[in-house]
């Protein structure tokens, strides 16, 4: 379902030109549960923004679905990204003026539904995360762990085919981010694909298979 | 995404931050309703113009000594190159035009006026029985001149209101005789009140016979010759008719100008046309500076929100749809400052008709449509910038904006 194939990023700064990604080959099938770790500078983010769409690899090709993404504009990726991925953050990224259903929407706004469907949609989702009564809510009359549980229930609201989290627990202390984590395993139990980026041992023991990155390489984990 | 959630999604925005919305749009406000007020303004002027021109009567056409090279204005007279209009002048074209009901040559002197121990100096004007009716005076008590007073030189005169005030207080003034320059005049009537009339007070002349006149201030010359055509459809033929019959009388040569009121009414619409297209230009500006504010403001939205962009580009919202987002904001402040303004500005306008009744203005429709679409386009304008550059924002890069 998603087939990297020696993936190579690089940024030009003014003097020199840094290569983050140094050639990346990575297979991920539906229903997989993948934990991307290493230190930071490796290229686990990178690599996260590259199969989210948000960015895209100087050379290589990367197949989502059986299409080749590494090649489309700006606009192409963004239908792309709003019809197949979820994202979640570290920090949440809700937006503070919102209530949460108003946040859980967005990616149904700008998939075309219409309102009445979104915020049904939407209010249907915070239910599944145990937010029922909270949809009215803005961010900051919400716990760390309700947040994120709002970011999920975003990520989640298009049915995408993969969810990325990068560092979904890394805000939150360790008790809830276990349960954010149990949230993740239950989800990836229903068959939804996950990919995160973690660099606790910890958090990464829910995946089922763990990629290693070193200094743009992977390490280890990858197929 | 339809233009209502556009619309709800600008008024999210700018209700978040009330006081710093109200205070762009005052910018807008204040351009369009002082477009509206100024031009107001000179609408109001213009119809007082033409309602005291109305009110000094119509049909009216005057000759004036000395040719004018453009319609309207008047060059100084300069004796030794023109040709003096004369009291015969005013004779031949009352006997030989047939379009004219009568002409009535006039003359414009001032004089010292005195009875008993009180004395002015006060316009006098020399003129015939019929310029009454042309300029629509009416006389308080009395009779105007006529014919005869004209003809036969008599010393009668007729006083003006505000005139007989200053002379004779409450007493009655017909029958008695004053003193005009040299010569003792009996007053023969009380002019009604007029009151003023583009700057010339009607209350404070004293009127004579023309033939008088010119013995008063020893002079052939006329101030002009005051022409009543007989209908308005006659004005143009009787234009041509005047200079036909007065350059034959002049030598074949054409040392006068024959204006019509509405020649006269077309040069101040003309001046005060400018006028107020200066002052709405003026106004403008301050529009304009409205809609740099509008700018700035949204820069500063654009780069607070820049984390919000990423977001949003990251769930899916392709460039246009953050452009249009970010434009429908700019256009919103604008149009709903435009809309105060015209509020403002009509209320002011509409106030000053009530409280001011003397300074005419008139809120003119087309004023209210331009300076509204100008605030719209404004709000385009100067909106189209920051909403292009958050639209171009680099999701990874506004993710991590903090």
């Not at chain 2, 308080?140 to 036969?152: C, K, P, Q, T």
């Amino acid at each position: 379902m998603i087939v990297l194939k020696d993936i190579h990023r690089s940024y030009e700064l003014p003097k020199i030109t840094v290569e983050v990604l140094k050639g990346i080959n990575l297979e991920a099938e539906q229903g997989d549960f993948i934990a991307i770790m290493g230190p930071s500078g490796s290229g686990k983010s990178t690599l996260l923004n590259i199969i989210g769409c948000l960015d895209r690899p100087t050379s290589g090709r990367y197949l989502l679905d059986n299409v080749d993404v590494s090649t489309k504009n700006d606009n192409e990726l963004a239908e792309i990204r709003s019809r197949s991925i979820g994202f979640v953050f570290q920090s949440f990224n809700l937006l503070p003026r919102f209530p949460a259903w108003k946040n859980v929407e967005l990616p149904l706004l700008y998939g075309g539904v219409e309102p009445k469907m979104r915020k049904q949609k939407a209010v249907e989702m915070l239910g599944r995360m145990g937010l029922g009564d909270r949809s009215d809510h803005k961010p900051n009359e919400l716990s760390g762990g309700e947040q994120q549980r709002v970011a999920i229930a975003r990520a989640l609201i298009n049915s995408p085919v993969i969810i990325l989290a990068d560092e979904p627990t890394g805000n939150l202390d360790s008790k809830v981010g276990k349960e954010i984590m149990e949230i993740f395993a239950e989800l990836n139990r229903g068959g939804v694909t996950i990919i995160l980026v973690t660099h606790e041992m910890e958090i990464a023991g829910f995946a089922k298979r763990i990629v290693t990155m070193r200094d743009g390489v992977c390490y280890s984990g990858c197929a | 995404m339809d233009a209502r959630e556009i619309l709800s999604l600008s008024k999210d925005a700018l209700m978040s931050n009330k006081m710093r919305s109200l205070l762009t749009m005052l910018g807008v406000i204040i351009g369009v309703a002082s477009v509206i007020m100024l031009v107001a303004i000179g609408a109001g002027a213009k119809s007082y113009i033409h309602r005291e021109l109305g009110n000094l009567g119509t049909n009216i056409l005057i000759v004036v000594p000395g040719k004018t090279s453009t319609k309207g204005g008047i060059h100084p007279p300069t004796a030794s190159t023109i040709r003096k209009l004369v009291y015969d002048d005013a004779v031949m074209l009352r006997k030989r035009a047939r379009h004219i009901a009568d002409a009535v040559p006039l003359i414009l002197g001032s004089s010292k006026v005195k009875y008993l121990n009180q004395s002015r100096d006060n316009n006098v004007v020399g003129c015939t029985e019929t310029y009454f009716d042309l300029r629509n005076l009416s006389v308080e008590s009395g009779r105007f001149l006529n014919n005869a007073d004209v003809d036969s030189k008599r010393k009668v005169c007729i006083l003006g209101r505000t005139v007989k005030r200053g002379l004779f207080g409450d007493r009655n003034a017909l029958g008695a005789v004053v003193s005009i320059g040299d010569g003792k005049y009996r007053v023969i009537g009380v002019m009604a009140k007029k009151g003023v009339t583009l700057g010339i007070d009607f209350d404070d002349i004293v009127f004579i016979p023309t033939t008088t006149a010119q013995e008063l201030f020893d002079t052939d010359t006329l101030f002009n010759i005051t022409i009543k055509v007989k209908s308005s459809a006659e004005i143009e033929p009787a234009m041509e008719e005047i200079r036909q019959i007065l350059i034959k009388r002049h030598a074949n040569k054409e040392d006068f100008t024959v204006m019509s009121q509405d020649e006269m009414l077309g040069v101040m619409n003309k001046v005060l046309g400018i006028m107020t297209a200066v002052l709405a230009g003026i106004a403008a500006i301050s529009l304009l500076v409205g809609g740099i504010g509008i700018m700035n403001i949204m820069l500063v939205s654009v780069r607070e929100r820049t984390r919000e962009i990423g977001i949003r580009k990251a769930l899916g919202a392709k460039n246009k749809d953050i452009l249009i987002q970010f434009l429908a904001e700019s256009v919103t402040l604008s149009l709903i400052g435009g809309l105060g303004g015209v509020l403002f500005g009509g209320m002011v306008s509409l106030g000053f008709q009530l409280f001011i009744p003397y300074l005419p203005m008139e809120i003119s429709l087309w004023s209210v449509m331009l300076a509204f679409f100008f605030s719209a386009s404004v709000g385009v304008f100067f909106g189209v910038y920051p909403a292009r550059k958050a639209s171009l924002y680099d999701p990874i890069v506004a993710l991590r904006y903090e």
